[in-house]
Each structure stands twice: as C-alpha cells, then as structure tokens.
C-alpha cells in the first residue's frame, strides 16, 4: 500500500463529466489498495471568468481581495469531486487550502508555502476516506486567503507528498509524460520514462511546458518523486527522480535526454564598448532595473581595447530593451546598437553529457552540415544552448534529434 | 454615528455594474458617518448554476460538499465588493462566514447560527474600514462550511446586527418597503412606514414575501431593528419595530396594516365523522406523517352524533392529501371525503384590532356585499383569515382595501 497524491490540472476537470471520470480513475487507485490525496485546479476557463468579473471593476483589483475571489474556483472543484466519489460509495473529504491548513506567507496572489497540517488528512486516510484538496491557495497567519499564483496546484500537490511523506505525487495532464522533443516538430519523439530533475528543470525552462518549474525545484528539493502522467489515456507517464535512483536502474544512462527551444526570445548586441571591468554591470544595470529579465549573456572576447556585448530577452522586452540601450549608448561609449528578434535557442539537454565528451561538437558538426549558422553558445553541466535564426528552428531540432538517436529508448 | 448592517440580495449584485452601485450606496451611508457591516448574497443567478453543476453528477449530493460548493456563490460577491470599495479609496475587509467566524450546528444545507465571534469585524470598523460579509454561510465546531438554507443571507444579516448591537439592520431587495397589499392587486396600495415584528409575521407567512419570515423572528427575538429598502430607488423603506416604540410615536396606531392573500392553497373535508374525542387526531394524523403541512384547520358544531372536519394544505399536495384522506374515511366512518383546490385565503392583518371591535363583522359585510362568499375562517389576535373562491380573490382584496381606508396614511 503505498500513499499517493494525484494532481489534476483544470482540463482535467473542465465539465461534470470529466470530473466523474476523474472520480472513477481515483478510485481505480484505491481499489488497488492505495491511500489517496487528490489535489485539484478550477475547472478550465474558471479562474478566467473570475478574473473577468474582477476586471470589470477595475484593472488594479486589490490583492487581498482577488485572492478570497480566485480560491473559490478551486473549491468548486473539491466540492464536485467528492459529489462524484461519494456517488459512487467511495468515502471523500474535501479541504480548501485554509481548512487544511496550509499557511503561506501574505504574499497575495504569489504566497509561498510555508507550512502544512497534515493531522486532519491522516485521519482522514486512516479512516479509508479519499482526502480532496483545493489547489493554487493557503491562508496567512491571520486567516486571510491567499493563492499561490501561475502553477499553483503543482506546487500544492508537491508541498503535500512532501509533508505527508508521500511514496509519489503524480501531476495529470493533458500529455502522457515527457518527451525527448516536442512530437509536432519531430514524429518519433520518444516519452521518456524517467528523467533527474535537473534534466527537468533546464527542460521546462527552456520552453518545454509540462511542468511549472517551482513545483518541479519544490519536488526536488524535498526528495518527492514525480510523476507526470496523461488524464486521457493510460501509461506510465514519467517518472522525475533523481540520479543515484536512475543510476542504479539503469547502468548504461543515454547521454541526452531531450531537445528543448524556445522562439520567445530576442537578441541585443552592444559592439565597440571599451573593454573595461564592470562593463557588463553599465549595459545590463539599467535592464535589470526596467525589470527585464536576461537569459543567455555572451561576452566575446576584447580586441582593439574594445569588446561585443551580447544577451537575449524575451522577444515581447525587446524593443524596449533597444530603446534603453540606444538611451545609453553614448555614456557606454559603444560604438553600436543593434538586435535581431527572429532568433530562436535550441538546447541538448542531459546529465550523461557530464561524462561523454564530444557532445558540443558532435552538437555543432551537425548543425554546420545543414548549413545552420550558430549566433550564441553558452553551456552549463548538463546542457548545451545555442542561438540560431528562427527559421532554423525545426531543422535544427530534427536534425540533432537524429544524430542523437533520441528515437531510440537505451 | 450609527453601527448599520446592511445586507443586498442577490438581484442588488447580480452583475460587476451592479456591485459598483452598491459600493457606491455604502460609501454614501459611510460618509454620513456611520459605521457599515454589509452582508451580501451570491450574485442572481450563481446558485442556480452551481446547484447544476452538482445536479450533473448526482440528484443527491453530498449535503457537506453541496455546503462547500454553494458557499463560493458569496464568496464571489464579497470579493468583488471589496474591490469596488476600495478602487473608490474606501477601506474594506472581506470575511467568508468561517472567517468571522459565524459558527453554526452541524446541519448542512439548513444549519442554525450559534454564536459569531464579532472581535475581528469591531477592529476593523474601528480603524475605519467597511466589514463585507458573505451571507448565507458559516462553519461547525469541526471547521466544516455550512449554509443557512433559503433566505439565510437575511438571517445572517440579522444575526450580525444582533452580535454587533448594531442600531438598524437595512436589508436591500427590489421592492421599497412592505406595502398594505400587493400593489399588482391594488393600485392605490400604500407603502407602510413602520410595522411590527407580529405583523410582519403574518403579513409574510401570509405570501406577501417580503422577508424571510426565519429572519424576522430572529430579529423580533433579539431586539433588532430591521428596515426594508429598495436597492434601485431611493426611500425610507418600511422600519419593523417593536409595539410599544409604535405606541410612542403614534398614538393613533392604524387598525389594519394590511391585507394578505395566498392562492396557493387546497381546502378539504371529512364530512359526518362521529363527533368524539380524538378524531382530529385520527384525520390529521396520517396526513402530517406523510410530511405535509396543514395550514387553517376548522371543525363544525356537530349535530346527530357527526361532525364536519376541514383543512388546507399546500394545493401541491392536495391530490395526495385526497388520497391518504380516502383510505382512511371507513375507519374514520366518514360519511364523505370531498376537496377544493380553487380556493384562496385573504388575511386582515393588524395589531390595532385587538382594541377595535367590529373588525371581523366590517370584514364580513363588506365580503357579503360584494357577493362573496366565505368558505371558511380563522382567527387570530391580530388577523381574521378567510377562505373564498379562487376567481373573487382580487375583488375581495381591493374591496378590503377599500373598505378599511388603507390607501390613506393615519
């Protein structure tokens, strides 16, 4: 008997029939004699409509109060779940996030986790009941409501395996795991069964959106395996665990995991500056206090007394980030400004590149054979990132998904 | 300064337009100087909807998660008050009725108020801030959310006036007062400045629905001054008060208040039943364990050893009622069953009656006039109700009227 905690995400239970199916897979669980924590999200277009509501009165609703609106989405959900399993002469209970009770800081609309009960929910399980929980919100110490903003639920569902030592939290989605690309540009992309939660972390940062990155750090860092799985239709999903687990498993770990990209991206390149220390902060401090985050920085290196500058933004930042650019270019002494927001970034990503040399130029032969000119490189432990022209995109990303033979399970 | 709990039903905040005209109105009542505790109903229309929503998966819901469900209708309107309070710079703090907390038996879908803790909501009208509260909704000892059942948003409104001590409880709806009849019937009927609780009582219990009659005797029983207003026009509403607060301010009290009707009634008869003890008993006693509710309840002078017995009931159960009567007339050694669901019930209401002779007979000649018949009657100290034929209902009610001057204000 082991204690699962199950998260569905808002397609999962978008309509009073997809609950019911929701209802019927949990107690497909049970029956196979397992202990059941469900967490689940508003019904999809929920949260929107509520939103809509609020918007309708102003642009700036106040905090606290779009909190004490916005959980009520989540406990709808609750509520009909337990409707639907107690239907069906399984015994449920629901919880919203201040009955649990999970405490948060007062940071509305983005509170962090900080503390959870898990007294009631053991009873609870110990009684044989299927403990429902509302996703995405909390209570501060002063009993207000708050929620936890975008990936909420993930982050719920994660927090709660960790205080209740459970044997694995499984996320529902609408995709049955995580793959080696993204199967619209490459047919054979392979599900992977098991991938560390570093590989995941640089994968779901680099564009491939299966998990909100901070309930995969939060799993991580409270050693709670995850396991992404599809509503819609049976498998095995994948299983977000970490490298001594995979290590024993499996001697022999593929070099690669995946392939992620990300087309949201733009590049900005400052030439000519002279190359001095503290450069870097002059270009990038007057960014950073615009609020435009950076992703890839590349520094080519001096000559002449001078050197080139170049970093990435979101593509939506660009234009503004040349404005603040050109607005400094005098003072940095550059001799120009310039950009390109028709890039894309394509990244390997795996914890065996760590111990296989010849990774990147394996990587970078193969792009130059097909004539793809590479504009950035910046490279961490376990994955290579390279910057090229988007309409290099999909190539790229088939091509290195051959040469890898990702399509290949190991 | 005045401590005033208002409480706006459904139709007051059925869209975000709407909220922003309440938020308005309260902030009008604030700047006058008053303090403002305002109780709110889930927006028209939401109920229904989440009712569906559990009638998708079930019939029968779960009453504790039915509870948790339709709990988020005012959680909904509570929030988006806030916002419109506070977008407007008026200071305003949202309280879920497990917030205030509003404790309750455990009695899902129809609990009853036991206590409400008012220390956080006197804080904060202290530091100047607008209280919003959701109607309709409380938590048991265990923390689990329950509702009041129908009407509980004005009950919850009562009650907080009454914890709070508060000098009025104004409750907002879509008529401006209560009137001496239905102005549909009579179009000269008159708005009543001031009522009592006994009245009122009647007036509602007698179909003029005005007010949750749960709502006026808790406020008749704790001392709470209630006040019905329009949401949409501006007025003094009609003020329900005690007796002797009328006595002094109006020496002359009015005879009759007002006039109130129900059509939805079905009388019937036991004829020439033996004329012994117990035989109310052994007709009514079948009818009320089959859970239907006997209204007017007459029995004849007998004559030859048999009497005549005869009830109303809700003409919905009417058939059924025949039914449980005809199976049951040989044992009763009736000598006849027969019924009537074409009837209607008018009702004189009026404290000053008990002083005035002549009510009744004033009453019955003027029925008598106008060539109504009257089928049955029933008296109380402050109401004479009569049963007539369907189709002389809204002569009866305009000839009453009429007859006893209530277009004219005393």
């Given at each position: 008997?082991?204690?699962i905690?199950?998260?569905?995400?808002?397609?999962?239970v978008?309509?009073?029939?997809?609950?019911?199916?929701?209802?019927?897979?949990?107690?497909?669980?049970?029956?196979?004699?397992?202990?059941?924590?469900?967490?689940?999200?508003?019904?999809s277009?929920?949260?929107d409509r509520?939103i809509?509501?609020?918007?309708?009165?102003?642009?700036r609703p106040t905090?606290?109060?779009?909190?004490?609106l916005?959980a009520?989405?989540?406990?709808v959900?609750?509520?009909?779940?337990?409707?639907?399993?107690?239907?069906?002469?399984c015994?449920a209970?629901?919880?919203?996030?201040?009955q649990v009770?999970?405490?948060?800081?007062?940071?509305?609309?983005?509170?962090?986790?900080?503390?959870?009960q898990?007294?009631?929910m053991?009873?609870?399980?110990?009684?044989?009941?299927?403990?429902?929980?509302?996703g995405?919100?909390?209570?501060?110490?002063?009993?207000?409501?708050?929620?936890?903003?975008?990936?909420?639920?993930?982050?719920?569902?994660?927090?709660?395996?960790?205080?209740?030592?459970?044997?694995e939290?499984?996320?529902?989605?609408?995709v049955?795991?995580?793959y080696?690309?993204?199967?619209?540009i490459?047919?054979?992309?392979?599900?992977?069964?098991?991938?560390?939660?570093?590989?995941?972390?640089?994968?779901?940062?680099?564009?491939?959106?299966v998990l909100q990155?901070?309930?995969?750090?939060f799993?991580?860092?409270?050693?709670?395996?995850?396991?992404?799985?599809?509503?819609?239709?049976?498998g095995?999903?994948t299983?977000?665990?970490?490298?001594?687990?995979?290590?024993?498993?499996?001697?022999?770990?593929e070099?690669?995991?995946?392939?992620?990209?990300?087309?949201?991206?733009a590049?900005?390149?400052?030439?000519?500056?002279?190359d001095?220390?503290?450069?870097?902060?002059?270009?990038?401090?007057?960014?950073?206090?615009?609020?435009?985050?950076?992703?890839?920085?590349?520094?080519?290196?001096g000559?002449?007394?001078?050197?080139?500058?170049?970093f990435?933004?979101h593509?939506?930042?660009?234009?503004r980030?040349?404005?603040?650019?050109?607005?400094?270019?005098?003072r940095?002494?550059?001799?120009?400004?310039?950009?390109?927001?028709?890039i894309?970034?394509?990244?390997?990503?795996g914890?065996g590149?760590r111990?296989?040399?010849?990774?990147?130029?394996?990587?970078f032969?193969?792009?130059?054979?097909?004539?793809?000119?590479?504009?950035?490189?910046?490279t961490?432990e376990?994955k290579?990132?390279?910057?090229?022209?988007e309409?290099?995109?999909?190539?790229?990303?088939?091509?290195?998904?051959?040469?890898?033979?990702?399509e290949?399970?190991v």
């Amino acid at each position: 008997m082991a204690l699962i905690v199950q998260k569905y995400g808002g397609t999962s239970v978008g309509s009073p029939e997809r609950i019911e199916s929701v209802a019927e897979k949990v107690i497909d669980w049970r029956e196979r004699g397992h202990q059941l924590v469900v967490v689940v999200s508003a019904m999809s277009g929920e949260t929107d409509r509520l939103i809509g509501l609020a918007k309708a009165i102003t642009p700036r609703p106040t905090p606290r109060e779009l909190d004490v609106l916005l959980a009520t989405g989540e406990q709808v959900t609750i509520a009909l779940l337990c409707i639907a399993l107690e239907k069906r002469g399984c015994p449920a209970r629901s919880y919203t996030g201040g009955q649990v009770r999970i405490l948060t800081d007062n940071a509305f609309n983005k509170a962090r986790i900080q503390d959870i009960q898990a007294d009631a929910m053991r009873a609870d399980l110990d009684a044989g009941r299927v403990v429902v929980v509302a996703g995405f919100q909390g209570v501060d110490g002063d009993g207000n409501i708050t929620t936890l903003g975008r990936g909420g639920s993930d982050t719920t569902g994660v927090a709660l395996a960790a205080a209740l030592k459970a044997d694995e939290c499984q996320i529902y989605t609408d995709v049955d795991g995580v793959y080696t690309t993204d199967p619209r540009i490459v047919s054979d992309a392979r599900r992977l069964n098991r991938i560390t939660f570093e590989e995941m972390l640089e994968m779901a940062s680099l564009g491939s959106k299966v998990l909100q990155i901070r309930s995969v750090e939060f799993a991580g860092k409270h050693n709670v395996p995850l396991r992404v799985l599809s509503t819609f239709q049976e498998g095995p999903g994948t299983l977000i665990t970490f490298e001594e687990a995979l290590a024993v498993e499996s001697m022999e770990k593929e070099q690669i995991s995946g392939i992620a990209f990300n087309r949201d991206e733009a590049k900005l390149t400052v030439s000519g500056v002279p190359d001095r220390p503290g450069i870097a902060f002059s270009i990038l401090g007057p960014v950073s206090q615009a609020n435009i985050e950076v992703d890839m920085i590349v520094q080519n290196i001096g000559h002449d007394g001078t050197t080139d500058f170049t970093f990435t933004v979101h593509r939506n930042d660009y234009e503004r980030t040349l404005e603040i650019l050109k607005d400094h270019a005098a003072r940095l002494g550059a001799r120009e400004v310039s950009g390109d927001n028709r890039i894309a970034k394509l990244s390997l990503v795996g914890i065996g590149m760590r111990s296989h040399a010849g990774v990147a130029s394996k990587m970078f032969e193969a792009l130059g054979k097909e004539g793809i000119n590479i504009r950035m490189i910046s490279t961490s432990e376990i994955k290579i990132s390279v910057v090229v022209d988007e309409k290099y995109l999909e190539l790229g990303v088939r091509t290195l998904h051959e040469v890898f033979e990702l399509e290949k399970s190991v």
